[in-house]
């Protein structure tokens, strides 16, 4: 099964806020990043959190708490580009930069 | 940021032939690269670590002799998918972590969509 869950599907109104949040297992955990991903296109980087805490980058933050094993995303003032997937990463600690995705979220933003 | 790049974007090929799909890091150096699959509206599964001079490291479940990987160089990460079959049709993605730099960031390639008929 997925090491990673997180919801398969939000929808909110532009200007809004949405927080996608991101459960993990613990074993081999070195830190949690998020990545977006348009249709047909790589996956692009948002965050990175190795430490509890909030990172702050523009309209999109990340938040980590280790003792609970969970993270979220925030994306603010949504614009109707910010349309797309949405994956929480788990980075381990058997090899620098080795990634295990969560399912993604699929972000629908409407007018 | 660095620039991952990937070559073919798009193979059309028939069953039983071998494709081969190439990884460049262009401005940067990369002694590891990943290779993920991803099926229509799932996530990336990680297939392999390649190991630039060794031998690629296989995530259970993905059989060696069928995804050959070859890193050849520091900046050219190959794979190459052997005997293809309609049930590997499916969106190859490369990746690589800048050491040099000091974000955590790994850069994806663009991707290479393959089709076996």
């Known amino acids: 099964g997925q090491s990673l869950e997180q919801p398969s599907e939000v929808t909110a109104v532009e200007g809004a806020i949405v927080q996608i949040n991101c459960t993990y297992q613990t074993s081999g955990f070195y830190g949690l990043s998020w990545y977006q991903q348009h249709d047909g296109g790589a996956p692009t980087f948002l965050s990175y959190?190795?430490?509890?805490g909030l990172e702050e980058t523009g309209r999109f933050s990340s938040f980590l708490s280790r003792s609970d094993s969970y993270g979220y995303l925030l994306l603010q003032e949504l614009q109707m580009k910010d349309s797309a997937s949405y994956f929480c990463?788990?980075?381990?600690?058997?090899?620098?930069?080795?990634?295990?995705f969560g399912a993604g979220t699929q972000v629908v933003v409407t007018p | 940021g660095a620039v991952v790049s990937q070559h073919p974007s798009r193979v059309i090929c028939k069953s039983g032939t071998s494709v081969k799909i190439e990884c460049r890091s262009l401005?940067?150096?990369?002694?590891?690269m990943f290779w993920y699959r991803q099926f229509p509206k799932q996530s990336l599964m990680l297939m392999a670590t390649s190991n630039e001079g060794s031998k690629a490291t296989y995530e259970q479940g993905v059989e060696k002799d069928k995804f050959l990987i070859n890193h050849a160089s520091l900046t050219l990460s190959t794979l190459t998918v052997t005997s293809a079959h309609p049930e590997d049709s499916s969106f190859y993605i490369c990746?690589?972590?800048?050491?040099?730099?000091?974000?955590?960031?790994?850069?994806f390639g663009p991707g290479t969509r393959l089709t076996v008929t």
């Open positions: 990746s690589a972590p800048d050491r040099a730099g000091s974000s955590y960031e790994q850069y």
């Open positions: 990463a788990k980075m381990t600690t058997d090899s620098w930069g080795k990634l295990q």
């Open positions: 959190n190795a430490l509890d």
């Open positions: 401005d940067f150096q990369a002694t590891t």
